[in-house]
Structures are given as structure tokens and as C-alpha cells.
């Protein structure tokens, strides 16, 4: 059981943080820079095809006879996009079966993934979590704006199973080219992704998005108890790596794990990507509770 | 440690593919990882060294590594030089001869030899069989095909050395028997000895290997000595042979019963040898000895290194005659051939007369009536006309040759063809006689032994017969003679060599024989018809002949062997047609280890085996994890 009780009574619990939270300091103080859909007009542009023709100026279109999209002022509701990447090396690490600690970084990142958006659903933000699968989102929850659609997004979360191979990099790309509200992006991936993420990231930030990137690394991908003569398989791909593993490369493999990790948090500093490292053997709702709170991802 | 095919080494260079092999094919286990791609990262740096780092630490690529090693190694059969090694079917020739007892080598040379053996014996190596034969004057197999040590070390401590000559051509057909026997593809025929060998013996199956022991060849031998009878007295002749490289002076001294007779000082040159006669004698039953010993007095180390021919013996025995009563009334043929046979003195006696007190060898009873008690001697009875001993009948005339007892000494060379009788005496044949002759009528002649004593018959007249007159007369009668008044026991003027036989006849009466050799062992013997035969001639000295308490003589073993004495030691002997050199005994043996390598291989590749099962690489034993972990738990 994925959310058994105790899991969706501390996630009430963060709602009622959250909630308390928002309800003072976002009000009126912030005021969005998107257009949207709300009633007051900002601007006109050029109809392209594609547009919703209910949004075409019909005043405007039999003055000029040209279609012009009226563009109207982005209301104050914040939009909350949760990417959970379920890709196969998603599915890595002790599950609740093996014991004591439970390690599995799928099932971390749905927990994380519930929290974020019971905070969000809590604090009356519209909701969107699309699962990335492959090169592109495969599931979408949302978008959603209020507690109510609370436990739909549990038993949403509860279906989704980790598979295949995730394309990261055109899976974002994807996304963020669908037509959305842009607003918080929040990114639960390892970031395992040979083509790398970094273009479609900046997608993302070139729309006008805040990204936030949680990047989950089971306790074994750190420190692999792993020695002798081995043939790794990736789990993804199945592709084969031949390896003797010793102290001294073990070693290295440790700093470079962390040596990685480093990099990506650099890059997301120069691009104002929030990076959060998240280990899974640190409990999810102390992380929600104390590390994203530190950062800033919930105020 | 050399190779004896170090070309095998070259097989070291299968060690590359072995790596290659080992480089492409890692057995490797399988774990799933999250991804990949940080540990490619991670090779990308490591890939110049990672061959090396794979081949660190990794015990079955070390193990097939050493195995290899060691079968290139065991190929290349490598051997260590042994002292002594032989296998397959080894035959040892073990000179047991005069000459082995000399002493030029502490303690001497045959020990020295029996030393040599049991080096053989020690390096015997498995399923090699050892066959060995002590050579002597009858070679004896002491132990045949032994694969055991034990029973070789004891078979060889029963060896001794005897003052005899080796009979070497009987020890090859021995030894080539025994390499034919063993049926091994491998045979060494190992022939330790000081040479003296025969040049003419045979060739000899299999590889022929030469040990020679021994190490001078100064020797001075007495080479004869014999007394014989001579008109002024009985005469002493001894030679002395130098068998060294130098002169030598020496000092001969005679004993004559134990006693100093004479003694002379002799030069004998290097290589030859120098003669001694003493005559006039004493005419009287003597053993002589002749001594020889170092001039200078205080040497102590002794004359030669081969002191068994130092001495030698000889008997002199005077000519002796047996005495022969005839108690007859007048026959001239038989006096006259009595008187003509050699070693017997006639006594002529009439009939009725009173005999002599003394005792006589042999009664002659010519037509005699027995009145009194015969004499306890032998009897030769012509014509009898009554006896106790058996029963005389009526007169027969059918005296028609029926036949001629053959295979008989007493009818040897007897043709009775032409003789032709008038009549003789049917005389009933006791049972302890046999017919020699036999007519139609009844016997002619008869012999046999009765009472302690021998007794002939002749059953008729020899007047009454042309025997006297015919070839036929003095063959019977020189045949009965010897029979019953035999000149000796025994006959050996010049005495024995080691290992003679002597054949002894002992008189009439005597059954019981004995023989008391040199050293006082005494001989018994039951004497039959032919007499006994006396075989244990293998001491050197003077044999005493005892028969019913009384001596009969004595007869003396020499050696007097030039090839036994001329102790030099050969460097090569001559087999067939091959020269077989000296092996010095450091390099006669090379002790192949590969069986030793082969079986560490095994074990190695058994060890291989167990690892590769067990998966294990060195860091990945479970055993060690789970010390590893135990620590842990325990910190």
C-alpha cells in the first residue's frame, strides 16, 4: 500500500501547513506577469491557426477583416506542474518487502509527488502531474484546483508503475510545449538520462516556468555494496557493462556520484533551477516538512 | 635440476592465449543497476589500465597461470642428478670374487660394492624392479624382480664375498634371463665390480652400466706350491707372482706342521715372479704352508691390500702299497700279476700254515678249504672249495658266457668273450653280492660287501681256464684290486681350487665320512659305492679327511687364481662387442621429478576446478565477506 494511513494523515497535515501558509503571503502580493484567461484584456495578436476561435475579437475581425486573438490578464492562481519520470531506473532500490529501510525511489517519488500536490490542491493552485514515460508524458492528473480532487490524485499516483525507457531531455521538451499555464514546474527524476535534460529544461525556463528539480538517488546508487568481477545491466536498456570492481573503484565511483551531483546543482544555479539532492532513505515527509521549506519550494 | 627436453619450455608461450582468452572471457555476475551511464563515466578514465586491473587479484587466471607453468615444467622432464637411480628392470651384478675382499678400500672393496648397491636400491624409484645377483664361483640370485626395498636390503645383507673365482658367463645368462623375464621396456644391467672380467662374454640385452670399485693394484701372491716326491727326498716348489706396479722384496717363510720349516727372502719383480725350491725333505705325511710377509718387520699396514693370497697350502702324502697275504698251494699267474699291479706287496703263504701276527690290507685264498676264522680284512677267493660266508656246491661244467654285469666299475673294459673254462664251483650268490659274470651253468664272479668287509669270488680254477692267457685277466684283476685294496682315499696332490669338488672312497668298512674344514667345521658325509663327493670346497686352507676316528689325509684349497690376484682395478670391461666405461658414481643417476610436478599440476587444477565453482574471486569469497561482516557487527 503505497499510502496507507498514517502516509495520507501526515499528507493532510502538510495540506493544513501549506494552506495556512499560502493564505497570508500569497495574497494579492503577487501578481503574475502570464496572460491567461481571465476578463481583463491586456492585448491583441495575431490569430494563428490552432487558436481557440472562441477567443477571436469578432469586433475587431469584421473592422479590419483580420482574426485577432484578444489576450486578457492571467488571474492570481499559481499553476503547479509535478513531472514524475517513470522510467525502469526509477524502479531501483529496497522496496517495503526487503526490510527496515525502504529505498525504493519510484515509490519515494510518488510519495513526494502526492505531497506536492496535496500542497498544492490544499492552497487552492491548479494542479497538473503528468507521469514521463518514453519521449513524452504518458498520464496526466489535472489540472485540478481544490481539495476535493484530492483523493483522485492518490489513486492516480497509485496506478502508475515504472517502465520502459525515458527520452528525459524530449519528454520535458514535449511537455513544456504543450499548451499550458506555466507556473511552478517540479521535476522527481535520478536524472539517469544519456541524452541528458538540459534542453528540455530550458523549455521549461524559456516559458516562463520555476522550475524546481528533485533529484531522487536511492542510498545504493551512492554507495553501490557492490565488489568482484560484474556484468552490470542497465535496467533501462539492458545494455551490458563489464566491470572489476575493487576498493579503489569504488572509491571513485563515490566521488563521482557526488562529483555528478555537484555539476547538475551547478547548472541549475546559473539557470535559477531550484536543486533539491534527495536521498531516499531520508524520510519523505521530513523532507517536504524541513529541506523544502529551507529552499523555499513551499513558503 | 636440468631438462631433459628443454625444447618443451617453448609451451610456456600458451600463457598468452591463456590471458587473451582470459581478457575476452571474464565470467562475470550479473547485476542489475539502476543505469549504467555513471559507471561507463567512471571506465571511460580507467580504460587504459583496466586489462591489468582485471588480471590483479584474480586467483583462477593465477591458478591456470601456475598450472600451465607447471605442465611446460614437467614437460620439459626435468631431473635432479642422484648419486645412484635407476628404474625400470635393473639387474645388479654384484662381483662376489677373491678379489672383492681386498682392502684397499676401507673395508673392502666388496663392501664398498654391497655400498654402492644399496645407493641403487635407495633410488629405486616406483614400479621398478630389481633383480640381484651375487656373482661368486655359482652365481645366486638373491632377489628376483623385488619391487620392495626392504626385501632388497636384506637380500643384499645376506651377500657375502668368497675367496673364489666369479663365474661370469653363468651370471650373464642369468641376468639375460632376468631382463627377458622382467618384460620391462626399460632394463639396466648394472655390473659392480673391480673388473677381471672375461673378454669373450656375451652381449647383453638392455643398457649396460659399470661400476668399478677398487683403487691399487699392488698384490704379491703365492702362485704355486706343491710337494712332490723326489729320489732324495720329497721336494717343495713355490712361486711368488707380483701382480703391482713396483718390486717387492719379500719374505717366504714354510711352515711344516704348524711349525717354521724355512724362511727366505725373495726379490720379485713388477709383473713377474720369482721361484723357491726346497728339497730333501722328510719322507713322512706333511702339510706345508707358505707365508709371505714384509721384509720390514714394523709394517704394520700389512704385505698387499689382498692378504687371502698371502698363504697357500700343501699336503704331502708319501707314496703308500697295500699288503697282500696269499694263502695259496702254488698259482704262478696270479703271484706273478698281484706282483705287477702297482701299490700292492705281495705275501705268499701255503695252505695250513701258520699265518703272521701281522695285519694285511688284503687275503688272497687260492683253492683253500676255510678251517679257521677269516681275517676282518678284504677278500680276494679264487677256487672256493667251502666258506662261511656262503655256500659252495658240486662242479658244472656248462660254463657258456650268459652274461657280463654292465654298468658295473668292477666289470670296466672286462671283454670275456674269448675266455673259455673247463669247469668251476656252483657257488649259490649270497644276497649281499652281485653277479659280475654269469654262465650258463652258475656264477663265475661275484663281489660284494659283508661283515665290515669286501669279498670277490672267482668260482673256478685259473688253471682250469685260459683267463690268465687273454686281455680279460688283468683288466678283472686290476678292477677287483682297486676295489678291494684302493691305493688312497682320496687323491689331490696339488690340492683344490675354491669351489672343486673331490670325490672320496673311503675302505671297505667305512660308511660315516667327515671333513673338518679350515676353520674346524666338520663335514659329515654317508659314503656310498662311489664314494662321496665333497663339494664345500669354498675356504682356503687344509681340509682334513676323518674316517671311524682314524685320518685318512688331508688335501689343501688354494687360490692360485692369477686373474683373482692381479686385483687392478678395471676401467672398462668389454661386453659383446661393446666397451662399457667406467659411470662415476655421482653421474650414473638422473631422478625424473615430472611425476612430482604432474601430481602438483592435479592438485592445482583441482583447486582451479573448486574455485571456478565457487565463482570466486578474491574479494568476493563469501568466507571473507562474512568476516568482514562479523567485524563489522563486532565494532
Known amino acids: 500500500m503505497l499510502f496507507d494511513e498514517t502516509t495520507l494523515r501526515k499528507l493532510d497535515r502538510l495540506a493544513l501547513v501549506a494552506s495556512q501558509v499560502r493564505a497570508g503571503v500569497m495574497k494579492g502580493e503577487r501578481r503574475s506577469t502570464k496572460r491567461g484567461t481571465s476578463i481583463e484584456f491586456a492585448d491583441y495578436r495575431d490569430y494563428v491557426r490552432g487558436d481557440d476561435l472562441r477567443r477571436v475579437d469578432w469586433n475587431v475581425f469584421a473592422r479590419l477583416e483580420r482574426p485577432f486573438i484578444k489576450l486578457l490578464e492571467e488571474e492570481e492562481d499559481l499553476a503547479v506542474h509535478v513531472l514524475v519520470d517513470a522510467s525502469r531506473s526509477m524502479d531501483f532500490g529496497a522496496g517495503p518487502e526487503a526490510g527496515a529501510a525502504e529505498t525504493h525511489k519510484f515509490r519515494y517519488a510518488q510519495r513526494l509527488a502526492a505531497a506536492l500536490g496535496y500542497i498544492a490542491l490544499a492552497a487552492g493552485d491548479r494542479l497538473t502531474v503528468s507521469v514521463l514515460q518514453g519521449a513524452e508524458p504518458v498520464a496526466q492528473f489535472g489540472p485540478s484546483r481544490g481539495r476535493g480532487h484530492a483523493l483522485r490524485l492518490i489513486r492516480f499516483l497509485e496506478d502508475q508503475t515504472p517502465a520502459g525507457t525515458t527520452v528525459l531531455d524530449e519528454a520535458l521538451r514535449v511537455y513544456a510545449l504543450g499548451a499550458r499555464r506555466p507556473g511552478l514546474a517540479f521535476l522527481l527524476s535520478d536524472l539517469f538520462a544519456p541524452d541528458g535534460y538540459e534542453s528540455g529544461l530550458g523549455q521549461f525556463l524559456s516559458r516562463g516556468y520555476e522550475v524546481s528539480v528533485l533529484h531522487v538517488l536511492a542510498p545504493e546508487e551512492l554507495d553501490p555494496p557492490l565488489a568482484g568481477d560484474l556484468k552490470l545491466i542497465d535496467a533501462e536498456t539492458g545494455a551490458p557493462q563489464d566491470i572489476t570492481l575493487d576498493g579503489g573503484l569504488r572509491d571513485l565511483y563515490r566521488r563521482r556520484v557526488l562529483a555528478w551531483r555537484d555539476e547538475i546543482e551547478a547548472y541549475c544555479l546559473k539557470r535559477r533551477i531550484t536543486y533539491v539532492p534527495v536521498t531516499t532513505d531520508l524520510a519523505w515527509d521530513e523532507l517536504v516538512l524541513s529541506q523544502l521549506r529551507e529552499r523555499g519550494l513551499i513558503k | ?635
Open chain 2, 1 to 635: 635440476m636440468s631438462f631433459l627436453a628443454p625444447l618443451a619450455l617453448a609451451l610456456s608461450a600458451l600463457a598468452l592465449p591463456i590471458l587473451v582468452l582470459y581478457m575476452l572471457k571474464l565470467r562475470r555476475r550479473e547485476v542489475e543497476v539502476s543505469s549504467v551511464m555513471l559507471w561507463q563515466k567512471l571506465l571511460r578514465d580507467r580504460e587504459a589500465n583496466a586489462p591489468w586491473q582485471r588480471l590483479r587479484r584474480n586467483l583462477l587466471l593465477l591458478l591456470q597461470l601456475l598450472l600451465l607453468a607447471l605442465l611446460v615444467v614437467a614437460l620439459a622432464r626435468p631431473f635432479l642428478r642422484v648419486p645412484v637411480v635407476a628404474s625400470g628392470a635393473v639387474i645388479i651384478l654384484l662381483d662376489a670374487s677373491a678379489s672383492m675382499q681386498a682392502t684397499d678400500i676401507a673395508p673392502s672393496r666388496f663392501e664398498a660394492a654391497r655400498a654402492a648397491v644399496r645407493q641403487l636400491i635407495d633410488g629405486l624409484t616406483a614400479g621398478s624392479r630389481m633383480t640381484l645377483i651375487r656373482v661368486g664361483l655359482q652365481p645366486e640370485v638373491l632377489a628376483a624382480g623385488a619391487d620392495d626395498k626392504e626385501t632388497l636390503r636384506a637380500a643384499l645383507a645376506r651377500a657375502e664375498a668368497a675367496p673364489t673365482p666369479a663365474d661370469w658367463e653363468a651370471a650373464f645368462a642369468l641376468a639375460a634371463g632376468a631382463v627377458r623375464g622382467a618384460r620391462l621396456d626399460e632394463s639396466i644391467v648394472v655390473i659392480v665390480s673391480d673388473g677381471g672380467l672375461p673378454d669373450d662374454l656375451p652381449p647383453l640385452p638392455g643398457e649396460i652400466r659399470y661400476v668399478p670399485v677398487g683403487a691399487v693394484a699392488d698384490n704379491v701372491a703365492v702362485a704355486a706350491l706343491s710337494v712332490r716326491p723326489a729320489p732324495g727326498g720329497p721336494q717343495l716348489f713355490a712361486r711368488v707372482a707380483n701382480y703391482g706396479d713396483g718390486d717387492r722384496t719379500v719374505i717366504v717363510s714354510i711352515l711344516q706342521g704348524g711349525q717354521l720349516f724355512s724362511a727366505q727372502q725373495l726379490d720379485v719383480p713388477a709383473g713377474g715372479s720369482a721361484d723357491l725350491v726346497l728339497a730333501d725333505l722328510p719322507d713322512a705325511a706333511s702339510v706345508y704352508a707358505a707365508r709371505l710377509s714384509a721384509p720390514d718387520a714394523d709394517e704394520a699396514a700389512g704385505l698387499d691390500a689382498l692378504p687371502l693370497d698371502d698363504t697357500a697350502w700343501a699336503v704331502y702324502q708319501p707314496p703308500t702299497s697295500g699288503r697282500a697275504l696269499v694263502i695259496s698251494p702254488g698259482n704262478l699267474f696270479l703271484e706273478q700279476m698281484l706282483t705287477a699291479l702297482p701299490g700292492l706287496q705281495p705275501f705268499r703263504l701255503l695252505p695250513g700254515a701258520a699265518p703272521p701276527d701281522e695285519a694285511f690290507d688284503l687275503y688272497v685264498l687260492d683253492s683253500v678249504t676255510q678251517t679257521a676264522a677269516l681275517p676282518e680284512a678284504e677278500l680276494l677267493w679264487v677256487n672256493p672249495l667251502s666258506s662261511t660266508l656262503f655256500t659252495v656246491g658240486e662242479v658244472f661244467t656248462n660254463t657258456q658266457l650268459r652274461r657280463v654285469a654292465p654298468d658295473d666299475p668292477l666289470t670296466r673294459y672286462l671283454d670275456w668273450g674269448a675266455v673259455h673254462i673247463l669247469q668251476a664251483r656252483r657257488v649259490e650268490v649270497p644276497t649281499w653280492a652281485r653277479v659280475l659274470v654269469e654262465a650258463e651253468g652258475g656264477p663265475l664272479v661275484f663281489a660284494g660287501e659283508t661283515g665290515g668287509r669286501r669279498v670277490a669270488v672267482i668260482t673256478f680254477r685259473l688253471q682250469d681256464s685260459d683267463l690268465p692267457l687273454q686281455l680279460a685277466f688283468p683288466v678283472l684283476m686290476s678292477n677287483l684290486i682297486e676295489y678291494l685294496a684302493p691305493a688312497q682315499a682320496f687323491s689331490a696332490p696339488d690340492g683344490l681350487r675354491p669351489g672343486q669338488t673331490l670325490t672320496i672312497k673311503p675302505h671297505g668298512g667305512d660308511r660315516a665320512i667327515a671333513i673338518d674344514d679350515p676353520d674346524g667345521e666338520r663335514f659329515q658325509a654317508a659314503a656310498t659305492e662311489a664314494g662321496v663327493l665333497f663339494t664345500d670346497s669354498d675356504k682356503l686352507g687344509v681340509y682334513t679327511v676323518v674316517s671311524n676316528q682314524a685320518v685318512l689325509g688331508a688335501f689343501a684349497v688354494n687360490l692360485f687364481d692369477p686373474a683373482e690376484s692381479a686385483i687392478r682395478p678395471q676401467l672398462n670391461i668389454r661386453v659383446g662387442r661393446a666397451e662399457v666405461g667406467a659411470t662415476p658414481q655421482a653421474e650414473i643417476g638422473q631422478f625424473e621429478i615430472w611425476p612430482w610436478i604432474a601430481a602438483a599440476a592435479f592438485v592445482i587444477l583441482l583447486i582451479e576446478w573448486w574455485t571456478y565453482h565457487r565463482g570466486a574471486t578474491l574479494p568476493a569469497l563469501p568466507g571473507w565477506r562474512g568476516l568482514f561482516k562479523r567485524k563489522k557487527s563486532a565494532a
